[in-house]
Nanobody, 127 residues
Framework: QVQLVESGGGLVQAGGSLRLSCVASGRSTIDIYTMGWFRQAPGREREFVAADTWGDTGTYYMDSLKGRFTISRDNTKNTVWLQMNDLKPEDTAIYYC???????????????????WGQGTQVTVSS
């Protein structure tokens, strides 16, 4: 079992930045897991944001977020981050961390039955 705990959310003005963190526990390292971020805005379905493939072999982003959001990880710290810059009100959502073993980041973007999910962290961007 792997437990994922997100942090770093909050209230920020449009144009600002936030860095979300997701710390995994329950396993020695997260090296076999593709780690990703999803978000869900009020009244909308959960959507893929970004993912980092296990084995450090590549990242994948929602097209509209490329250039503003950056995912990174440190397997030695069992941590994945999401750096969010130039935030917009439409980025307001609950952001969830997810993990699934031995898939590509692109595959994670279309999978619904991922193995592990965090509880989410709220990001609110004011205009």
């Amino acid at each position: 079992q792997v437990q994922l705990v997100e942090s770093g959310g909050g209230l920020v003005q449009a144009g600002g930045s936030l860095r979300l963190s997701c710390v995994a526990s329950g396993r020695s390292t997260i090296d076999i897991y593709t780690m990703g971020w999803f978000r869900q805005a009020p009244g909308r379905e959960r959507e893929f944001v970004a993912a980092d493939t296990w084995g450090d072999t590549g990242t994948y982003y929602m097209d509209s977020l490329k250039g503003r959001f950056t995912i990174s990880r440190d397997n030695t710290k069992n941590t994945v981050w999401l750096q969010m810059n130039d935030l917009k009100p439409e980025d307001t959502a609950i952001y969830y961390c997810a993990a699934h073993p031995f898939i590509t980041a692109e595959t994670m973007s279309i999978m619904s039955n991922l193995t592990y999910w965090g509880q989410g962290t709220q990001v609110t961007v004011s205009s």
